[in-house]
């Protein structure tokens, strides 16, 4: 598919089917996390897998937009092992997570599943609840799953801003 009617195409789903991701559909959307770029391609990127009941219970501990998914992508950085920008010390995992779950996201699509990103969650329930170390930042929850038949896009999804809105060219 053209990669602009794949963007075109994908839509935040927010009701899935009961039907599991096969793992060979969910290696093919690790590895399109796993090639996304990063920051200095420090790769500071961690992902849990979260697709069995118990675990998928322990979500609903931290955010209520799991939305019946039958696998979970908790997408986080290690902050021990992100680039920080010399200038000011910004850390880039962030960005890096964002990159990287974006590829994931597009990949899903790709594959005929739908997808989500989820910022709407409690860190320290998510700490708490998998574990994560110190080191480890939580950045966002991606469900995916297949869209349920009667799942749609929201009412503004095809609403765009003209790209004069959005664009300049050499100032601002």
């Not at 598919?1 to 789903?13: E, G, H, I, P, Q």
């Not at 899935?16 to 590895?31: A, M, N, Q, T």
């Given at each position: 598919?053209?990669?602009?009617?794949?963007?075109?195409?994908?839509?935040?789903?927010r009701k899935?089917?009961?039907?599991?991701?096969?793992?060979?559909?969910?290696?093919?959307?690790?590895?399109a996390g796993?090639?996304?770029?990063?920051?200095?391609?420090?790769?500071?990127?961690?992902?849990?897998?979260?697709?069995?009941?118990?675990?998928?219970?322990?979500?609903?501990?931290?955010?209520?937009?799991?939305?019946?998914?039958?696998?979970?992508?908790?997408?986080?950085?290690?902050?021990?092992?992100?680039?920080?920008?010399?200038?000011?010390?910004?850390?880039?995992?962030?960005?890096?997570?964002?990159?990287?779950?974006?590829?994931?996201?597009?990949?899903?699509?790709?594959?005929?599943?739908?997808?989500?990103?989820?910022?709407?969650?409690?860190?320290?329930?998510?700490?708490?609840?998998?574990?994560?170390?110190?080191?480890?930042?939580?950045?966002?929850?991606?469900?995916?799953?297949?869209?349920?038949?009667d799942a749609?896009?929201?009412?503004?999804?095809?609403?765009?801003?003209?790209?004069?809105?959005?664009?300049?060219?050499?100032?601002?």
């Open positions: 598919m053209d990669f602009l009617d794949l963007a075109k195409k994908r839509y935040s789903v899935f089917s009961d039907r599991p991701v096969e793992e060979e559909k969910l290696g093919k959307i690790l590895e796993r090639l996304a770029p990063t920051a200095c391609n420090n790769q500071p990127q961690k992902i849990i897998v979260i697709n069995e009941k118990a675990s998928l219970e322990k979500v609903k501990k931290c955010t209520r937009y799991g939305f019946g998914a039958p696998a979970v992508l908790l997408v986080c950085y290690d902050k021990s092992s992100s680039w920080k920008r010399s200038c000011d010390g910004k850390d880039m995992g962030c960005v890096d997570a964002a990159i990287v779950t974006s590829h994931m996201m597009l990949e899903a699509a790709d594959l005929g599943l739908g997808g989500t990103w989820v910022g709407s969650f409690d860190p320290k329930a998510v700490r708490l609840e998998f574990s994560l170390p110190e080191n480890i930042v939580p950045v966002a929850f991606f469900p995916v799953g297949y869209p349920a038949g749609v896009p929201s009412g503004n999804h095809s609403s765009r801003k003209a790209i004069g809105e959005t664009v300049s060219y050499n100032d601002f």
